[in-house]
């Protein structure tokens, strides 16, 4: 008798662990696609200007609550993931001319022009110079989609090819790009002024392309000519509080240390 109850409580204690084993995995999930965080409008941080007025004016997406894709669009991971690895279905293939600029050093510094194809709103020539993110150029995905949009608006485009990151461009001088180099950016501008002394100029950089026009317009004020306004993306203000951030395990960012590390190494070892 006492075997037979034995057996009997078998598939009960089964049944209770595959109860936490989904428990677990359900657990995981939703602290993995972030479901519990709340969704809510932008902070926004601005002086009161004309120019913070008519950006909020014209701009009414700022002021809404952002609204992510249903499961996975609260998850960072999963968006970075997606979108790095796949980027936008049918990403534009914009055309544009490559220029190459020899730099004091010798280094050969190039960058993607591409001319609008509609008229500015305003009647005006207005170029955007625009500085891809750390080991970027103008082929990713994200710079394409950028200056398609940009283009289809009226805006020239000019956009910066960080030293080393094209795999079919040779280097020419013992160094590739830096987090602060502002050589070959500045050298791309003033390609632009001098080509067309008419247009205005809007500075766009993404991440570490907005740390690079940032310190690029506080270096000289003559810097700032002919400059409409600079729009930074997604910038990192502190590089050395960022490298302690990136040394953490919470929330997987070792990880992305790891990713990015191993990037540098490849562009590095491919012009040894």
Not at 91 to 119: C, I
Not at 190 to 219: A, D, M, R, W
Request: with cysteine.
């Amino acid at each position: 008798m006492s075997a037979i109850l034995e057996t009997s409580e078998l598939p009960a204690v089964f049944d209770g662990v595959k109860l936490a084993a989904v428990a677990a995995v359900l657990y995981v999930i939703v602290r993995c696609l972030n479901l519990k965080s709340p969704t809510a409008p932008p902070e926004l941080i601005y002086q009161d200007s004309a120019l913070a007025r008519f950006l909020l004016k014209s701009c009414p997406l700022l002021t809404k609550e952002y609204i992510p894709p249903l499961i996975w669009g609260k998850s960072g991971h999963i968006q970075t993931a997606l979108y790095g690895k796949m980027g936008r279905v049918r990403s534009p293939h914009p055309y544009g001319l490559r220029k190459y600029l020899t730099m004091p050093d010798g280094a050969t510094a190039t960058f993607d022009l591409f001319e609008p194809r509609s008229e500015h709103c305003t009647g005006e020539d207005v170029t955007m110079v625009i500085c891809p993110g750390i080991a970027n150029h103008s082929e990713k995905q994200y710079i394409r989609t950028f200056v398609d949009y940009a283009q289809k608006n009226g805006y020239r485009c000019a956009v910066l090819n960080h030293l080393g990151a094209l795999p079919n461009i040779e280097l020419t001088s013992p160094r590739m790009f830096t987090y602060g180099c502002t050589w070959e950016f500045g050298a791309m501008v003033n390609y632009i002024k001098k080509t067309y002394p008419q247009t205005q100029l809007v500075v766009v950089g993404f991440s570490l392309g907005g740390n690079i026009v940032c310190k690029y317009l506080g270096e000289n004020q003559a810097n700032q000519e002919r400059v409409l306004c600079c729009v930074s993306v997604c910038q990192g203000y502190s590089a050395l509080r960022a490298q302690e951030t990136f040394m953490q395990w919470d929330h997987c960012r070792r990880f992305y240390n790891f990713l990015m590390a191993d990037n540098m190494k490849k562009i590095i070892l491919s012009h040894r």
